[in-house]
């Protein structure tokens, strides 16, 4: 079955420590894996994609095949980057999207 | 360029009717995705339509319907509604390039409460 697990609900931090959310999947084959992120009264947009291999704000993520996870790394939380993460899959060539149910970052001064 | 824009924004309805919701894509997208966004099952994949054809299902009842316009806009209906269907729905769209999962790039979502 294809499944996205992101353990965490609620992920509290304070400024300047890492942040690390937890993303694990389930996907017989070669998935395509995102990071997608929603600040307060703004919409779901894209962080970060693995076949970008790409920073952004900070945030990086590598796609371990070997443990099926996923997780997204930044060094040095800011109050900016609490949002609502969800990781999110698909089957490659495809604009079907499984999500995990969501972690909420939050950052604290 | 304009974002997605998604309408009504806000709705309320009793069950057993139905009810139909619009999207209008990024000019230029030909793919219009829907999904549902519930503090239960979280944000689960309803359809995509590209070229006013339905190209991906996901595990809905054939209650959720939808459909493509030749302008790419797509609306989205649910008949008989119930209590359960009350939730956000959310539209995305992408370029489409599909070497392989393209941005996709979200609507404001319509709330839909079902009393």
């Known amino acids: 079955a294809q499944r996205v697990t992101q353990p965490e609900k609620l992920l509290s931090v304070f400024k300047g420590a890492p942040v690390e959310l937890k993303c694990n999947y389930s996907?017989?084959?070669?998935?395509?894996l995102f990071w997608y992120v929603q600040y307060s009264r703004q919409r779901l947009q894209l962080l970060l994609r693995?076949?970008s291999r790409e920073s952004i704000k900070g945030f990086t993520a590598d796609l371990n095949k070997g443990e099926t996870s996923f997780h997204l790394k930044k060094p040095f939380a800011q109050e900016e980057d609490s949002a609502m993460y969800y990781c999110?899959?698909?089957?490659?060539?495809?604009?079907?999207?499984?999500f995990g149910t969501g972690t909420l970052l939050a950052v604290q001064p | 360029k304009a974002g997605v824009t998604q309408t009504p924004r806000y709705l309320i309805k009793t069950r057993g009717q139905q009810v139909t919701l619009s999207c209008s894509p990024i000019?230029?997208?030909?793919?219009v995705s829907w999904y549902q966004q519930t503090p239960g099952q979280g944000l689960q994949f309803l359809f995509e339509?590209?070229?006013?054809?339905?190209?991906n299902k996901g595990n809905f009842p054939g209650r959720f319907s939808g459909r493509q316009f030749s302008n790419s806009r797509s609306e989205m209906n649910v008949s008989t509604l119930e209590l359960g269907d009350s939730a956000l729905y959310l539209c995305?769209?992408?370029?489409?390039?599909?070497?392989?999962?393209?941005?996709?790039?979200f609507g404001p979502g319509t709330r839909l409460t079902v009393l």
């Open positions: 000019s230029g997208h030909r793919s």
């Open positions: 693995h076949i």
């Open positions: 999110a899959l698909s089957g490659g060539a495809t604009n079907k999207l499984i």
């Open positions: 995305a769209s992408s370029a489409d390039r599909l070497a392989f999962t393209d941005t996709q790039y």
């Open positions: 339509y590209f070229s006013e054809t339905q190209r």
């Open positions: 996907y017989s084959g070669s998935p395509e």
